[in-house]
């Protein structure tokens, strides 16, 4: 993985992440730039690096003391051995950082699962304009499509997703089949593993994603979404998914921002896992 940057002792402007050694942080960032099961032309493994520089130039007068451990190497199509990859890297990240939370930035939705793997949190809270329970996705089992069934056969944690209205067919079924809530209760079970594809805002807000979806929320009321989950529950981990963009804009700065949502709300809980 990359070297974490050094602390900047003096920043020529307030930054959203103040970068720091693992001991010292609140949070520690893994890149996971694959984007192997999209199909077409993905761009998905730009994202970790765009969003970095979004959350660096943002201006904020409480940074969070972040540690970047770097991109994970990923293979450029298939996803087990990323998955393997980032989730042993995870663990050894939590190691050496034992009281930042695990900020993973995407990539496609699949990564995901190894999240999840790593950390073993007790519920998952997606917010997403698609369910992913797909059991098999363009002859692949584990896909973008796939990662919450495939996440749900292996746990027992409580899975909540917002924001769907793609649900199809056999994503429908396997809803009721796997208990899926798409409410959010007053109090889940805890710790609590975040995941935000970015295409559950309104393509309007978000256009650059690989599968947009018309009549989706706006970016304050995800927000508040992000807000009450981090805020109001001890977190595993989060992370942002699915940004499909060359370039700055719209879409990255959204992702940004409901990043930032979550590390404030999180807090002082942010350590707890």
């Known amino acids: 993985m990359r070297e974490a940057a050094q602390t900047q002792d003096e920043p020529t402007q307030p930054t959203s992440w103040q970068r720091v050694p693992p001991a010292d942080a609140d949070a520690l960032v893994v890149g996971a730039p694959f984007d192997g099961t999209s ?161 559950v805002l309104d393509p309007q807000q978000a256009p650059g994603v690989v599968w947009p979806e018309p009549d989706g929320p706006g970016l304050d009321e995800v927000a508040e979404l992000v807000g009450a989950v981090a805020g109001d529950h001890e977190l595993a981990g989060v992370d942002l998914v699915e940004v499909n963009a060359a370039g700055p804009g719209p879409t990255v700065d959204a992702a940004a921002h409901l990043l930032q949502q979550a590390l404030a709300a999180a807090g002082g809980d942010a350590g707890t896992r």
């Open 39 to 199: 199909g077409g032309r993905p761009r998905q493994a730009r994202a970790p690096d765009l969003l970095r520089s979004a959350l660096e130039l943002a201006e904020t007068d409480d940074g969070a003391p972040v540690w970047d451990a770097g991109d994970v190497l990923v293979d450029p199509i298939e996803p087990e051995p990323t998955l393997a990859r980032l989730e042993a890297t995870i663990e050894r990240a939590c190691a050496q950082a034992p009281s930042a939370l695990p900020v993973v930035l995407g990539g496609e939705h699949t990564v995901s699962l190894a999240a999840v793997r790593a950390l073993q949190p007790a519920s998952i809270v997606s917010l997403d304009a698609h369910p992913d329970l797909w059991d098999d996705q363009h002859g692949r089992s584990i896909a973008q499509g796939t990662w919450l069934r495939r996440a749900c056969e292996r746990s027992d944690a409580e899975v909540v997703v917002l924001g769907a209205r793609a649900a199809r067919g056999a994503e429908t079924e396997a809803m009721e089949e796997l208990g899926v809530r798409t409410e959010l209760p007053a109090k889940l079970p805890e710790p609590v593993y975040l995941t935000v594809d970015i295409d």
